[in-house]
């Protein structure tokens, strides 16, 4: 069997920016809700998906906003689509599909903990995580476990990842905290790219592992005088670069209740119908292939 994992939080902001805008009767903003579930609708109508779960930031903040006075929040977003949200996992879970509404760890980090907990089932053939977040990447392993980018259609293996960042996934939060992530909040370290981080961490593997002194580099796609200066810049900020490794690194220790025939869909609950008459689109439940 497949599973699929899927990252609500980026899908509600797709649908967001992607789907039209629609109102409610009660004049709420709910077109990335409706465009969530009509996406979703069209992932459950696939016969290979039998196994769902979607995680949500519930609260755009998380752990990492008090080890990062920089990292993310939810400042800055329109709060049509914050409001919705509470909506979104409120239908996901109507539509019969377990939801995972992070507060103190984020959607990432649910999505890592389950992954790190059904690869060990032998019946489990494949883990697809249905997002296209670079994060996501240091979770994918061989062919057994991939992220899939369904707008685009692009499946990322372990070979894959490698071609895109340059590395392995075990290196991608080392890869990150050199570069920087502006959506994350965090800034990287000066003067390190993202071929110069790819080209050192392929010798190097890790953060730590990187000699201070660049001579010890012995690397030919970097000349000695670009060595050192991105030698000098990372000794200056060793800290700083191991705290952005730790934003980055996706934990595994997320509380989760729920077993793998817990994600096994068996169906949308009648209580559907009902949200999706207030949300004023009567035409999804028509298309539900399976009711409980």
Same mark, same amino acid.
């Given at each position: ?142 062919? =057994? ?22 590395? =392995? ?33 392929? =010798? ?85 292939? =399976?009711?409980?």
């Amino acid at each position: 069997m497949k599973i699929h994992l899927i990252d609500g939080t980026y899908e509600l902001f797709r649908n967001h920016f992607g789907a039209p805008p629609k109102e409610a009767l009660d004049g709420r903003a709910v077109g990335a809700t409706l465009g969530l579930l009509r996406s979703l609708l069209m992932l459950l109508t696939s016969p290979e998906v039998t196994h769902v779960a979607c995680a949500f930031d519930h609260v755009i903040k998380s752990f990492r906003n008090d080890l990062y006075c920089g990292y993310k929040t939810g400042e800055g977003v329109d709060p049509n689509l914050l409001a919705q949200f509470p909506l979104a996992e409120e239908v996901v879970a109507a539509l019969g599909v377990v939801v995972w509404p992070m507060v103190e760890f984020e959607a990432d980090d649910a999505l890592a903990t389950a992954t790190a907990r059904f690869k060990k089932n032998k019946m489990v053939e494949q883990i697809v995580i249905c997002s296209p977040d670079k994060d996501l990447a240091q979770l994918v392993s061989s062919k =057994r476990i991939v992220c899939w980018d369904r707008r685009r259609e692009i499946i990322l293996d372990e070979k894959g990842v490698t071609k895109k960042f340059g590395v =392995r996934p075990p290196s991608i939060p080392d890869w990150l905290a050199l570069v920087g992530d502006s959506a994350d909040g965090y800034p990287g370290i000066p003067g390190w790219g993202a071929k110069s981080s790819s080209a050192v961490l392929t =010798r190097f593997e890790h953060l730590e592992s990187i000699p201070n002194d660049s001579s010890k580099w012995k690397l030919k796609t970097i000349t000695p005088g670009r060595a050192a200066s991105l030698a000098e810049s990372l000794n200056g900020h060793r800290e700083e670069a191991l705290l952005y490794r730790k934003l980055a690194t996706l934990r595994e220790d997320v509380p989760m209740k729920e077993k793998l025939s817990d994600l096994k869909w068996q169906g949308a609950y009648a209580e559907l119908k009902k949200i999706c008459h207030k949300l004023g689109d009567e035409r999804i439940p028509e298309r539900i292939p =399976r009711w409980r």
